[in-house]
Nanobody
Framework: QAPLVESGGGLVQAGGSLRLSCKAS?????????MSWYRQAPGKQRELVAT???????DYVESVKGRFTISRNNRKKMVYLQMNSLEPEDTAVYYC????????????WGQGTQVTVSL
């Protein structure tokens, strides 16, 4: 019954790939929600990585452009983050987040999934 649940994290070598998944609960209309992926590394502030709007416009932090792809499946209430060419600097806990209005922060967070990239 958690609002958002992530999966798909793991340990990979530099240059490898992972696909993260986030499932939204029935409390969300979802088709009307913008969705994002954030990450937080040890000792660092949480960083916005990627966003996909309800009309499927996307945006990425500069450091992941060309390597990460965010997508969504509204019928399944799922959002995904395909991560390719992973680097050690990508190591972090990755969180899914949902929005309901402009001008405010996320209204729900997932529990996080660990991504570790080794040399």
């Amino acid at each position: 019954q958690a609002p958002l649940v992530e999966s798909g994290g793991g340990l990979v070598q530099a240059g490898g790939s992972l696909r993260l998944s986030c499932k939204a609960s029935r409390r969300f209309a979802f088709i009307g929600n913008d969705m994002s992926w954030y990450r937080q590394a040890p000792g660092k502030q949480r960083e916005l990585v990627a966003t996909i709007t309800r009309d499927r416009r996307t945006d990425y932090v500069e450091s992941v452009k060309g390597r990460f792809t965010i997508s969504r499946n509204n019928r399944k209430k799922m959002v995904y983050l395909q991560m390719n060419s992973l680097e050690p600097e990508d190591t972090a806990v990755y969180y899914c987040a949902a929005y309901v209005a402009c001008g405010s922060g996320p209204v729900a967070w997932g529990q996080g999934t660990q991504v570790t990239v080794s040399l």
